[in-house]
């Protein structure tokens, strides 16, 4: 009977989990990570979800003996505890050598994809990212282009007191920023991410980027978005910065590398033409002789 009965829980759970796989995209599936749009994204993904299985299966063979135990020996079936039983070399040494080989196996994957996250080595394109209250820099070093990324007027006019509008009918409110930063697809993009004033965190979850924005420090981080992915990709301040914390979003434009060459070459004569200083004024006409003949 409570073979039986183990097994009909077993098969339940089965059944279960092989519902909630196959609601992927239903709200259940909202509460897993997301595989993201770049490779490193994937491979942070597809670690969460071994480690995931690895501890579901631990859970199971611990719980499973645990309740076992708990059902075959108890009292009301005449089990009488064993007192004498106080030392048993082979079993302690299975219960340490056991853990350490599961550790070791969860910590070489890990330690390979933290290895890889670190390496910006080979990057094509490098970026400086500054944090500020509420906003951010963004500064392509070897291109001559730098602008700042503000919370978009719109969701900041709907956040104010009062201001009587509907929050539903702003389009990605507090989501969307005046100027994304603008990347090329299948570029491996190197950011050099510091703060300005307070601690802030770059963090956009479809890059399986987040990195804090430190005064005084400069951190690194990288991605690749897939060449087939271009679009707009949100992100936000992953940091307790201050008092408007939540209003300082981070949206991506990754386009082509075509679409994205001609907009850095168009905005670095923008902003080569806006830095020129301003043509000399033209010189007074000449005065007048009968001006010249009253003069002193």
């Not at 702003?170 to 300005?196: E, Q």
């Not at 300082?248 to 434009?253: E, G, H, L």
């Not at 000449?286 to 009253?294: D, E, I, Q, V």
Request: hydrophobic share 50%.
């Amino acid at each position: 009977m409570i073979r039986r009965r183990l097994a009909a829980s077993a098969l339940a759970a089965f059944a279960t989990a092989g519902s909630l796989a196959a609601q992927a995209d239903s709200g259940w599936g909202l509460l897993n990570m997301t595989p993201g749009v770049t490779d490193m994204s994937r491979n942070i993904y597809q670690l969460h979800m071994k480690i995931f299985w690895i501890c579901v299966v631990i859970a199971f063979v611990v719980f499973g003996a645990m309740i076992w135990s708990l059902i075959k020996f108890r009292k009301s079936q005449g089990a009488i505890p064993d007192v004498t039983l106080v030392h048993n070399t082979k079993v302690e040494f299975i219960w340490t050598v056991v853990p350490v080989i599961i550790l070791v196996g969860m910590a070489v994957p890990a330690a390979k994809t933290l290895v890889e996250i670190e390496d910006t080595s080979k990057s094509e394109l490098t970026i400086k990212v500054t944090g500020f209250q509420w906003g951010w820099n963004y500064d392509y070093l070897d291109d001559g282009v730098a602008y700042y990324s503000h919370l978009d007027r719109a969701s900041d006019h709907a956040r104010e007191l009062s201001s009587g509008i509907d929050p539903n009918t702003v389009d990605h409110y507090l989501l969307n920023v005046d100027h994304p930063l603008v990347v090329p697809v299948n570029t491996k993009v190197r950011l050099l991410i510091t703060g300005a004033d307070v601690i802030h965190s770059w963090w956009v979850p479809a890059f399986g980027v987040k990195k804090d924005a430190i005064p005084g420090f400069v951190n690194e981080a990288w991605f690749k978005v897939d060449a087939d992915k271009p679009g707009l990709y949100r992100g936000q301040c992953a940091e307790l910065c201050g008092r408007d914390h939540g209003f300082m979003p981070i949206v991506v434009d990754a386009r082509s590398k075509e679409d994205f060459a001609a907009w850095l070459k168009e905005k670095a004569a923008e902003q080569k033409q806006a830095a020129a200083p301003a043509a000399p004024a033209a010189p007074e006409a000449a005065a007048s002789p009968a001006a010249a003949s009253t003069a002193p």
